[in-house]
């Protein structure tokens, strides 16, 4: 199944003199490392939304975390596999395994697995419908400019290539175009654009024109300048310190979202879901176990200190019976202080983020945030 996105490479770095981070451990140290490198290192260098750490080894080749692979062979096509397999759960794709999905062949992309296929599932385009509906594919609408992309240029493939001012395809499909001209990839007399989100009707649209909405109260709307089709960069409030107070001092602001247990709780068991009792994460969450933990660690789950229990497992109360994620979980129920109190465990596989997790940037503690396995002051 294809799902018309388009990917495009816009950096590649190579490390010759020596590793930018160590590489020693656990996959999940590793992941933690090459996270916090990226945060410090590659984003005030170059404007991203998805980072992969391809690392040779020479045992067979195992894929690890989400956003980390472990690759020891140069078989393009398994090697493709992998990418769009990780790429896969940044769009909100869980695994196939399990669950009815339709394949045109006998495992596709997101079969836990290396499949080396280049076909996508039905639950696969299900689970990406999901993301979308639930705002959650801002990625895809961050166009990056002709000279941030990595490709060869090619008038006709209707992808603005460097050097190119447009490219309405092929000579069919121009011929519906009033703005760009065929073959030669330039704009016709007249037209000052013919693509993006501040372009009409071959004329850019005037400066102060929202062509972004606000999606969240961490997040700022933004403009079009009145001398460019495309859309200015998505901004974050404070985007260059992550921090910023929300929801009236209760929680802070993080990659432009407001991270508070009731949205989380929300995302997994409906907009009637909110935050368990303090006590409910102090007591669960120092179990160790799958349903109650800070994070995995050495091959085994991490079981929080009390002072840390609410950057642990999310805990949620108020459910429904149902969740409205897009794969059924395990639950389990706590009894606390005459109620219950609800975690998940979304067996997701160790490459995948647990979604079940308290997400990072949320304030767990007072001057405390989640910060990747654990919460720090």
């Not at 490479?9 to 933690?32: F, K, P, Y």
């Not at 140069?74 to 669950?99: Q, T, Y």
């Not at 005037?206 to 909405?213: E, F, N, Q």
């Not at 200015?232 to 929300?246: L, W």
Request: glycine share 10%; with cysteine; hydrophobic share 30%.
């Amino acid at each position: 199944m294809q799902l018309n996105i388009r990917v495009v490479l816009v950096g590649l770095e190579i490390w010759t003199q020596q590793n930018q981070i160590s590489t020693d451990g656990a996959a999940g140290e590793v992941l933690n490392r090459f996270t916090q490198w990226r945060e410090k290192e590659l984003v005030p260098r170059r404007r991203h939304d998805s980072a992969q750490l391809i690392l040779s080894v020479h045992t067979h080749t195992l894929l690890l975390f989400c956003l980390l692979l472990h690759f020891n062979n140069n078989l393009v096509v398994s090697f493709a596999s992998i990418v769009a397999h990780e790429l896969g759960h940044n769009l909100g794709m869980n695994h196939d395994d399990g669950r009815q999905c339709t394949c045109p062949t006998g495992a596709c992309i997101m079969n836990s697995g290396a499949t080396g296929s280049k076909n996508f599932s039905s639950c696969s385009a299900d689970d990406f419908e999901k993301m979308i509906l639930l705002t959650g594919g801002a990625c895809l609408l961050n166009v990056p400019r002709p000279d941030e992309a990595y490709s060869a240029p090619y008038c006709g493939n209707r992808l603005v290539d460097f050097g190119e001012e447009c490219d309405c395809g092929s000579e069919k499909e121009c011929e519906e175009d009033p703005c760009c001209e065929y073959r030669t990839c330039k704009l016709k007399s007249g037209a000052q654009c013919a693509y993006g989100e501040c372009c009409s009707n071959c004329q850019f649209l005037p400066g102060g024109t929202v062509c972004r909405a606000s999606t969240d109260e961490c997040d700022l709307p933004e403009f079009c300048n009145g001398s460019s089709s495309l859309c200015q960069s998505d901004v974050f409030i404070q985007v260059r310190s992550n921090g910023q107070s929300c929801r009236n001092q209760e929680a802070y602001c993080y990659n432009g979202k407001c991270q508070h247990y009731d949205s989380q709780c929300q995302a997994i068991f409906g907009d009637k879901a909110k935050a368990a009792p303090e006590l409910c994460f102090k007591e669960v969450n120092s179990k160790g176990d799958r349903f109650g933990n800070c994070g995995y660690l050495n091959n085994g789950f991490k079981k929080c200190e009390s002072r840390n229990a609410m950057c642990g497992k999310l805990q949620c109360s108020n459910v429904q019976a149902k969740t409205v994620f897009g794969i059924e979980p395990s639950i389990i129920s706590t009894p606390i202080a005459g109620g219950k109190c609800y975690g998940v465990d979304f067996m997701l596989g160790s490459d995948v983020p647990d979604p079940g997790m308290v997400n990072e940037g949320t304030k767990c503690g007072e001057n405390k945030v989640r910060r990747r396995e654990e919460g720090r002051g």
